[in-house]
């Protein structure tokens, strides 16, 4: 199995056990980009429940989750296994009222 199989697969279980998740550089608590900082700020403002990825942890995780979605940048947000997009895209969704019915199909 090569490294970039095992990648896959944990990101593929990350997805799996996870509604929301967010592949972000840092964490919720200390985020080390201001993307990143913003794309948690969002979902906060959504009352949403996420699962947090640092890629600053995991080089591989962080190169393997850029070719997983074909999208070059973090952070990424994920519902349902599905690829939302970055901090920006979150943003003009969220000033809709369009991410938080994304995120609605989430709440048990």
Same mark, same amino acid.
């Given at each position: 199995?090569?490294?970039?199989?095992?990648?896959?697969?944990?990101?593929?279980?990350?997805?799996?056990?996870?509604?929301?998740?967010?592949?972000?550089?840092?964490?919720?608590? +200390?985020?080390?980009?201001? +993307?990143?900082?913003?794309?948690?700020?969002?979902?906060?403002?959504?009352?949403?429940?996420?699962?947090?990825?640092?890629?600053?942890?995991?080089?591989?995780?962080?190169?393997?989750?850029?070719?997983?979605?074909?999208?070059?940048?973090?952070?990424?947000?994920?519902?349902?296994?599905?690829?939302?997009?970055?901090?920006?895209?979150?943003?003009?969704?969220?000033?809709?009222?369009?991410?938080?019915?994304?995120?609605?199909?989430?709440?048990?």
């Amino acid at each position: 199995m090569t490294a970039e199989t095992n990648v896959e697969e944990r990101i593929q279980e990350t997805l799996k056990s996870n509604p929301v998740v967010l592949y972000m550089k840092g964490t919720p608590q +200390f985020p080390q980009c201001g +993307f990143s900082g913003r794309a948690v700020q969002i979902l906060q403002a959504c009352d949403t429940e996420f699962a947090s990825v640092d890629v600053l942890a995991d080089q591989e995780v962080r190169e393997g989750i850029k070719r997983h979605a074909n999208w070059p940048t973090i952070p990424q947000l994920y519902v349902n296994g599905e690829l939302v997009g970055g901090s920006d895209i979150m943003m003009e969704l969220y000033q809709k009222g369009e991410l938080q019915q994304i995120l609605a199909g989430t709440k048990g």
